[in-house]
């Protein structure tokens, strides 16, 4: 087993044992953000017909060349065509019918004359506007004819993808298959949340911090609880998670006297493929597949800092690879440190930001106590800054890299247009 890898070392190995996730069929409906896996092909014509774009009435424009608001020319009204309704015959000429929005335009009729460009008489309608050819029709088949490509496999499907998904009479559709995520929690000093703790003990929070980081993408976690620092302790919980997709465990993997996470993983049958990741937080990630069923094994380190970020870089897009995604990775951009920063040279830093822009430009503040057991770090922060392994010092007004973890960041307060 390799030790002490770098970041993209790790993230290689692991890509690389990810298999993209098998198709479920769903409701349209429930697929909002989920990852289409056919190409939709249109199966109808959208419009179905030429029709009308505005209430108004149905013309031939030809009888109404030298119209305007000073020489109106008078039509005689022959019939109303109503949405969702028929034109009972064709259009002759010197005719009018009324039409509504969205109504199909009579045969021989080319153009329609918006309501407020005509004036209404006794079975008869006074057109002030000369039409332009087609003028306020919408074409059969504008959006879409039969047999168009409208959405690729692969589009993380949005509101309107559903909409145009259900116009073609597509009530259900295949989607890339949300992947299970068995938590275990590891270490005698933890106890649940909801549970009295006295002060040789630690409230366990990273299997709330991980399963809510899961169901951010959309895989599905189930909870394997806290088990003790004994083998066959962790073992029997393990062995609950073995048919999900992914295990993620925390706590347990370095390699102190009490971290029996690794020798178990071992003896259910995985092979771990690398222990170390030469990064902080997060030094003791080990990660392995498990031999019989291809899932995948992340041993994250313990301290709540150590076990989100860790997740950030190495589970995330993991599940994102196998959800069917394209886009892995969380949007990156470069800021301006408003602090010195001082660093060992050797592992990359991932040092938790609060972003702001200030002049169209964007800042960067540490969040204050780095510890990784300081899990409020990154609460205080919308951002990861990275800083790269070989980099000691960095002054005020560096440029550095932030990864953005907060998904509204780009959203505003102000309109801004
Ligand atoms: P370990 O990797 O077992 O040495 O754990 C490192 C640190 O992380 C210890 O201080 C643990 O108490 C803490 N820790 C481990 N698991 C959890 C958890 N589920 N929630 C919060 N803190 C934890
Ligand atoms: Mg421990």
Redesign the pocket.
């Known amino acids: 087993m390799r030790e002490g890898l770098t970041i993209d070392e790790a993230e290689s190995l692991i890509l690389a044992a990810t298999p993209r996730l098998g198709a479920e069929t769903i409701s349209t409906a429930e697929a909002a953000g989920r990852i289409l896996a056919e190409s939709i092909e249109s199966t109808r014509r959208h419009p179905p017909a030429d029709c009308s774009a505005m209430d108004g009435y149905a013309v031939r424009r030809a009888d109404l060349e030298i119209t305007s608001a000073g020489n109106p020319t008078s039509l005689p009204v022959v019939y109303e065509v109503p949405a969702g309704g028929h034109a009972e015959r064709p259009l002759e000429a010197g005719e009018a019918a009324r039409i509504f929005t969205g109504a199909p335009l009579p045969p021989g009729a080319d153009a329609v004359v918006r309501q407020e460009d005509t004036r209404p008489g006794e079975g008869r309608v006074e057109i002030l506007v000369a039409p332009e050819p087609r003028e306020h029709v919408r074409d059969g088949g504008e959006d879409f004819e039969i047999g168009d490509r409208l959405i690729d496999t692969g589009v993380v499907l949005g509101s309107t993808h559903l909409g145009v998904l259900a116009s073609i009479g597509r009530t259900i559709v295949s989607v890339r298959q949300r992947p299970t995520v068995a938590i275990l929690?590891?270490?005698d000093?933890?106890v649940e949340p909801d549970r009295p703790a006295d002060s040789g003990q630690?409230?366990?929070?990273?299997?709330y911090t991980l399963a809510a980081a899961c169901r951010e993408i959309g895989a599905q976690p189930s909870y394997l609880g806290?088990a003790g620092d004994r083998p066959e302790e962790i073992e029997n919980r393990l062995r609950a998670g073995l048919r999900a997709n992914v295990i993620v465990s925390?706590?347990?993997?370095?390699v102190?006297d009490?971290?029996h996470v690794r020798a178990v993983l071992e003896k259910i049958g995985c092979k771990l493929q690398f222990w170390g990741v030469r990064m902080k937080p997060g030094y003791?990630l080990a990660f392995g597949v498990i031999e019989s069923s291809g899932a995948l094994v992340f041993g994250l380190?313990?301290?709540?800092v150590?076990?989100a970020v860790s997740f950030e870089e190495f589970v995330r897009p993991a599940l994102r690879k196998m959800m069917g995604h394209r886009a892995l990775y969380r949007p990156v951009v470069r800021a301006r440190l408003t602090e010195k920063l001082t660093k060992r040279a050797g592992r990359v830093h991932f040092v938790r930001v609060s972003l702001e822009t200030r002049d169209a430009e964007l800042f960067a503040t540490p969040t204050g106590n780095q510890s990784s057991?300081i899990l409020t770090s990154m609460i205080r922060g919308n951002g990861l800054a990275v800083i790269a392994a070989e980099s000691e010092i960095l002054e005020v007004g560096s440029q550095v890299d932030v990864q953005i973890l907060d998904s509204n960041f780009f959203d505003q307060t102000e309109r801004g247009f």
């Open positions: 929690s590891s270490g000093e933890l630690i409230v366990s929070s990273n299997s806290i925390s706590a347990g993997v370095s102190g009490h971290d003791p380190p313990g301290n709540p150590s076990a057991g």
